[in-house]
């Protein structure tokens, strides 16, 4: 699958595409309609399609002390977006040139000149441009000087609610994994490279593989039932997880430390991906190291029978 940056000139073979614009973080259910509308429409008329995203999100940009909200990497989207059935992913690399960029001049300029699109599907509420100049009216009056033609998709109700990336983070965050999996259509995973550890976990029976959160959404602090896939592989494996800050250990770090059943494999330097599945119960400070480990025992038998 092509990976575009829309700061370089784009592929001629794949001037004319219908584009699915939109931050699309989550990939959630709301926005797999505007993709699969988009994508839909591309081989009605054999063109090729594209999922745009913005990277840093708008957000981080303009308050770049903003708490970590992330749900997906660039190259989990990429995976998902491929999954969906389009041609390519075209990432808008948010700076300040494109934060100034006029409504405007972002179809006209961006889009029809520079992108050469035949086609835009976004949200019924999408904005773009300078100071949100635009919306999806003026898209398609715009559009209509320069020959792109424009469709929104409503938002997808559920519970009579429409369906976003606030609703899975809240889930997240109250500790619901099976809620946002039900938004996402999948489980919430964390992705990243084995890093060595203070080796606490092997020390007391439960070696652990110990990943980064870096600008992931932090779910609640906690134990959780997980899978876990090498990436390198595809090698699937059960396990639970810690998620936090290691009250048991001082200094306090925050860390995702899964520990997998049944295996003995060495994963340094791997890059893993860890989706939660069910939550457990929060972090806890015991008052020894045996009685970390029996809760540790009990939560491993939870979670393999929740897994299984």
Request: net charge negative.
């Amino acid at each position: 699958m092509r990976f575009l940056d829309h700061r370089d000139p784009l592929p001629e073979s794949l001037r004319g595409a219908i584009i699915a614009l939109g931050n699309f973080d989550g990939f959630h259910l709301g926005h797999q309609a505007v993709a699969g509308e988009a994508i839909r429409w591309a081989r009605a008329e054999g063109r090729p399609s594209i999922i745009a995203t913005f990277d840093p999100h708008p957000v981080r940009f303009f308050k770049p002390d903003a708490e970590p909200f992330r749900l997906t990497t660039l190259e989990q989207r990429q995976e998902l977006y491929l999954a969906a059935g389009a041609t390519a992913m075209l990432v808008f690399h948010f700076d300040a040139d494109l934060a100034g960029t006029t409504a405007e001049d972002f179809v006209k300029v961006l889009l029809a000149e520079k992108l050469g699109v035949a086609g835009v599907v976004t949200g019924e509420d999408f904005t773009f441009g300078k100071a949100r100049g635009g919306n999806f009216e003026k898209l398609v009056e715009m559009g209509r000087d320069v020959g792109i033609d424009a469709r929104a998709v409503p938002p997808v109700l559920d519970n009579g609610a429409p369906v976003s990336s606030s609703r899975v983070r809240d889930a997240l965050r109250d500790g619901d994994p099976q809620e946002a999996a039900r938004l996402l259509t999948r489980p919430f995973s964390i992705r990243g490279v084995v890093q060595h550890g203070d080796k606490r976990g092997r020390e007391i029976g439960y070696p652990t593989a110990n990943l980064g959160i870096e600008h992931y959404l932090r779910p609640k602090y906690g134990i959780y039932a997980v899978t876990g896939r090498i990436l390198s592989t595809g090698q699937v494996l059960h396990g639970a997880a810690n998620i936090g800050v290691r009250p048991q250990f001082e200094p306090p770090k925050e860390l995702l430390e899964p520990y997998f059943f049944d295996f003995s494999g060495d994963l340094y330097g791997q890059e893993i991906e860890v989706a939660f599945h069910h939550f457990l119960r929060g972090e806890a400070k015991f008052d020894s190291l045996d009685a970390l480990t029996e809760q540790m025992a009990r939560d491993c038998d939870r979670s393999r029978d929740l897994l299984a």
